[in-house]
């Protein structure tokens, strides 16, 4: 493609590489002649900075460099007060690279949005910057010429691998909590791979490994999978990282070598590739992606001060709940002492008899009551028999119901007797166990109790003293004796 009739910089190239002017060539020689013949005589001729910036820049403004086209692939495209800042690169596996600069009155007249990826034909003059000693080509028009080979190889790779599952969600794995071993592939050289030791070092010191590999160039790609399969059997965690770069310098990180290797690692895998708005197909692969490889390093690793601070909360948390069990012990414990105190038991008993002379009265007031009734219903029953005839027929009558009265008495009888012998049984049991806590029960065996002058109560021999004086109590009264002996090896029970 042609515009203007001006021919692009490649063929401007072919067609100046082999051809000059006569004059040209016999200048070429007499100067090379000249130089052979005075060489010991003339002296070089030094330049300074400034002037041979400017003669730079005055062979960049020949003829030949002042309208050209050059055809490309647009990358880092910015765009900084209207204007439009890229490079172009060569299509295929070459790294050659142009500055090119758009300026915003040249930029308003694009029929097309200038992305990364896209082909394009730009129209422009070379230009030499003498502060900074670099050329730049200076566009004046830009025509698209489709998506960048680079571009299509992208997008293809990145719907082969789609189709694989590579992407899914349902693979990404947690980190681990706590790992003991952190594998790291990047760069031998550069500074991530000390940014990453020095962050782990302050959080959780652990074991740190390094893969290294190549993190750019044509064969970058095969060198970061085999890093990726040597960490395997070795790391719990392993952090894929670069720092920042154009599009070209990541590129080794599009590649499905790559990308498969992270996906078919048997432990989760870290990215953290170039700055935050630099998403590679191995960011998309990886179980969880990080910003910055700074960032990837704060994931993988706990912070030892936070988890300090916890464990000991989870102690604190312990302390107070095994208090909370021993006062609530305590508590029940003396609940049980109080309830099978002597003075507690006595009242228990107490209140036993009670309500067995209650129950007791009440029942011989059941009886008394029913007797009554059936004394005053044979009453009755007389009076009738007395007011009808024949005397037979009421006197049979009348045994029917002294006999049935006499069932009656013997039936209340038996269980007024009953419930007296059940509840004096009762009653018998509570006096035995209260005659078994009584205190004073030991003194009518023969026991006696030794105090002190203080009145304290004396447990053990290790508590007199010879010559000093001790007060004995005994079921009818207390005597003072004055101990004279102490003997230790007399034991009563062994």
């Known amino acids: 493609m042609k515009r203007r009739g001006i021919k692009t910089l490649f063929e401007w190239g072919e067609e100046n590489r082999g051809t000059r002017s006569p004059g040209s060539e016999s200048r070429a020689q007499g100067e090379g002649s000249a130089r052979e013949s005075g060489a010991e005589h003339v002296s070089r001729q030094v330049l300074s900075v400034s002037a041979f910036s400017t003669l730079v820049s005055g062979l960049l403004s020949v003829p030949s460099l002042t309208d050209v086209c050059v055809r490309g692939e647009a990358r880092n495209v910015k765009r900084s007060g209207g204007h439009l800042y890229f490079s172009l690169c060569e299509f295929g596996e070459q790294e050659a690279v142009v500055s090119c600069k758009m300026w915003r009155s040249s930029v308003g007249r694009l029929s097309f949005p200038l992305e990364d990826g896209i082909a394009v034909f730009a129209y422009g003059s070379v230009q030499c910057y003498a502060p900074h000693g670099t050329y730049s080509l200076i566009i004046t028009d830009m025509q698209a ?7 299509l190889l992208l997008e293809r790779w990145k719907r082969e691998l789609s189709e694989e599952g590579v992407f899914s969600h349902q693979r990404k794995r947690a980190l681990p909590r706590y790992p003991t071993r952190v594998g790291v592939v990047t760069s031998p050289t550069g500074a991530v791979f000390h940014d990453i030791k020095n962050i782990i070092a302050n959080r959780f010191p652990l074991e740190l490994v390094l893969s290294p590999t190549s993190v750019q160039g044509s064969d970058a790609h ?132 009670e309500q067995l002379a209650d129950q007791t009265e009440r029942m011989e007031r059941a009886v008394l009551i029913r007797y009554d009734s059936a004394r005053r219903d044979l009453v009755s029953v ?85 010559g000093s004086d001790i007060m004995v109590v005994c079921v009818d009264g207390t005597a003072t004796a004055t101990v004279s002996s102490i003997d230790k090896t007399r034991v009563i029970y062994e």
Do not use: W
Request: net charge neutral.
């Open 145 to 151: 010429d489709g998506a960048g080979e680079k571009y």
């Open 382 to 466: 007389s009076a009738e028999m007395k007011a009808y005839h024949p005397a037979i027929h009421f006197s049979r009558q009348i045994k029917e119901r002294q006999a049935m009265l006499l069932a009656v008495h013997d039936h209340f009888h038996g269980c007024f007797a009953n419930q007296i012998s059940a509840h004096r049984a009762e009653l018998d049991h509570l006096l035995s166990l209260f005659k078994a806590h009584d205190p004073r029960a030991p003194f009518a065996k023969g026991y006696c109790i030794a105090r002190g002058t203080g009145g304290s109560l004396i447990r053990s021999v290790g508590e007199m003293e010879v």
């Open 222 to 353: 095969r060198e970061i999978a085999a890093a990726i399969f040597r960490l395997e059997d070795f790391v719990d965690i392993i952090i894929v990282c670069r720092g920042g770069g154009s599009f070209e310098d990541l590129f080794a990180f599009q590649h499905p070598d790559v990308v498969r290797a992270i996906a078919a690692a048997p432990v989760p895998v870290i990215s953290a590739i170039g700055h935050e708005v630099d998403v590679t197909l191995a960011d998309l692969a990886a179980d969880v992606r990080a910003s910055t490889p700074s960032h990837a390093a704060e994931l993988a690793v706990p912070d030892r001060s936070s988890e300090i601070l916890l464990l000991r909360e989870y102690k604190k948390r312990f302390f107070q709940a095994v208090l909370s069990r021993l006062e609530y012990a305590f508590e029940s414990l003396n609940e049980a002492r109080e309830r099978f105190l002597p003075s507690v038991l006595l009242r228990g008993v107490m209140r036993r008899q």
